[in-house]
């Protein structure tokens, strides 16, 4: 598995049962970027947790999405985890 956080506003449409907006969208970037097993969150979600689970994760990085966006992110495990062949 592989995860993205993003915090931010978003938008409900309650006939559809969806959630959309940039926010939701920036987490499917980070989700992208992340290796097997990690979560990637931006630098809001990271400023949110608590200081003791903040430094279970790496170094600040950018992460590239399309169109030339850019974020601010940290991963966790920080680590890469290594190829398995199945």
């Known amino acids: ?31 992208a970027a992340a290796d097997v097993g990690q979560l990637v969150v931006d630098a809001a979600t990271h400023a949110l947790l608590p200081a003791d689970v903040r430094a279970l994760y790496g170094r600040e990085e950018e992460v590239r999405g399309k169109r030339g966006e850019r974020f601010r992110a940290r991963r966790f495990p920080p680590a890469r985890p290594a190829r398995r062949a199945w």
Request: without cysteine; proline residues 3%.
């Open 1 to 31: 598995f592989r995860m993205g956080a993003a915090t931010g506003p978003v938008q409900l449409l309650r006939a559809e049962r969806r959630v959309v907006g940039t926010t939701i969208a920036r987490a499917v970037r980070l989700e």
